[in-house]
């Protein structure tokens, strides 16, 4: 049994991550603590201090007693406001208080397109323009261009976490470009994955999303790969061999 631990801000989209336990299919335990949302609001002064270490840490003792084998911060907008630097100091820190490996959903999107050979990507965020401009300067720190950007100027992640299938297609075909080779749906507030498959036959390529990949880093950590055809190309995939 590999354990997987998340800290999760709030309440929005968490019942993606039984789903995914569920679709992982294997000896896989996902196990979730909310932190502390703070102020609820996609700007960057209340998302930097959603991730402030002692917030963050606050959740760490439970995830321990649980058998965790590494942590991620489930928040994508919690890690790629503070920069790439910042991004890497939270997760030392947070792999510090910890004691175990850790990492976060920013980096997380950044090793998954790294994973599917996705060098330029498309970017379909909920939040408002200037948070989502934060996120396409992220990826590109990572090294991956970013061909389309669209923001959607919702505030809050309660609101996010009302959107459905409806609202969700629509985000990544308005965001979708065709030099394309993914397309990415950045909030953990966001549900999606009881639609990946059908929003990647759709597209005609690769989709990542938030707690898709939050999953996926988690693995990662631990050095395990699992095939979940439901849960789209990044886990049905073969990794690419560094040449």
Not at 28 to 38: A, S
Not at 50 to 71: C, D, F, K, T, Y
Not at 87 to 116: C, D
Not at 181 to 189: E, I, M, R, S
Request: hydrophobic share 45%; charged share 20%; aromatic share 6%.
């Amino acid at each position: 049994m590999t354990a997987l631990g998340f800290l999760y801000p709030g309440h929005s989209a968490e019942d993606d991550y039984p789903r995914i336990e569920q679709l992982l299919g294997s000896d896989i335990r996902v196990d979730l603590v909310h932190t502390d949302i703070g102020e609820d609001a996609h700007r960057v002064d209340a998302l930097r201090q959603m991730g402030a270490p002692e917030r963050l840490a606050a959740g760490v003792e439970q995830l321990r007693l649980s058998g965790a084998e590494a942590i991620v911060w489930a928040c994508t907008s919690g890690g790629f406001v503070h920069g790439w630097d910042g991004a890497h100091e939270q997760v030392r820190a947070l792999a510090l208080t910890a004691g175990m490996p850790a990492s976060s959903t920013s980096f997380g999107f950044v090793h998954a397109a790294q994973e599917i050979g996705a060098g330029r990507v498309a970017v379909g965020a909920t939040y408002p323009d200037d948070v989502a401009e934060l996120f396409a300067e992220f990826l590109r720190a990572g090294g991956i261009e970013v061909t389309g950007l669209r923001g959607s100027g919702i505030v809050t992640a309660a609101e996010v976490g009302t959107w459905g299938e409806g609202e969700v297609f629509a985000l990544a075909r308005g965001a979708d470009t065709p030099d394309a080779q993914a397309v990415l749906l950045p909030d953990t507030a966001l549900h999606t994955v009881a639609w990946l498959p059908a929003l990647e036959e759709t597209l005609g390529k690769p989709v990542l999303t938030a707690n898709q990949v939050t999953v996926w880093e988690a693995l990662r950590l631990t050095d395990r790969r699992v095939n979940a055809p439901g849960l789209g190309a990044l886990f049905t995939r073969e990794p690419l061999v560094q040449v």
